[in-house]
């Protein structure tokens, strides 16, 4: 699985991120421009000594990352989407992606994508929820669909 983190602003999720990404073997793809420097120690704090373990790529843009995996599935998550997280069938390799803290996903990206949009039931009183509890929540049931191979219980 991979993880796509679309212009993210805060080190503390990102890191919380990165750190889950090293557990579970998921590739963390980070697109520019970030809200901060990787050698934040906040992001370094969060993500304590996992950082080396992590399958971390950049790029410039999400175009970029389209590019380099054209044959891949792409879910995007984000409030408002057709299907809940937990309806849609995950496969090895995709790529589970999610937008910035601020302002989430860019309208004309999840318009192209109505079909892989997908989004996380909560109370109409909240906006979002917190984005390293996001990715923890749609990762793990894309892992559990697939049986959680490879994971220790």
């Given at each position: 699985m991979h993880i796509v983190l679309v212009?993210?602003?805060?080190?503390?999720?990102?890191?919380?991120?990165?750190?889950?990404?090293?557990?579970?073997?998921?590739?963390?793809?980070?697109?520019?421009?970030?809200?901060?420097?990787?050698?934040?120690?906040?992001?370094?704090?969060?993500?304590?000594?996992?950082?080396?373990?992590?399958?971390?790529?950049?790029?410039?843009?999400?175009?970029?990352l389209q590019q380099k995996h054209p044959k891949e599935k792409f879910w995007y998550i984000e409030t408002g989407g057709s299907y809940y997280y937990h309806e849609v069938e995950y496969q090895p390799g995709d790529f589970l992606v999610f937008g910035k803290e601020t302002t989430g996903l860019?309208?004309?990206?999840?318009?192209?994508?109505?079909?892989?949009?997908?989004?996380?039931?909560?109370?109409?009183?909240?906006?979002?929820?917190?984005?390293?509890?996001a990715v923890a929540l749609v990762l793990y049931e894309a892992l559990r669909q697939q049986g959680f191979k490879g994971m220790m219980f």
């Open positions: 212009e993210p602003e805060i080190p503390a999720n990102t890191g919380n991120i990165s750190r889950t990404c090293a557990v579970t073997d998921a590739g963390l793809h980070l697109i520019r421009p970030l809200g901060f420097s990787t050698a934040d120690k906040h992001l370094k704090r969060a993500g304590l000594d996992y950082w080396h373990k992590l399958d971390l790529h950049y790029y410039d843009n999400f175009a970029e860019s309208k004309g990206l999840l318009a192209a994508n109505r079909n892989q949009w997908v989004k996380i039931p909560m109370l109409s009183t909240g906006r979002s929820l917190n984005l390293s509890n």
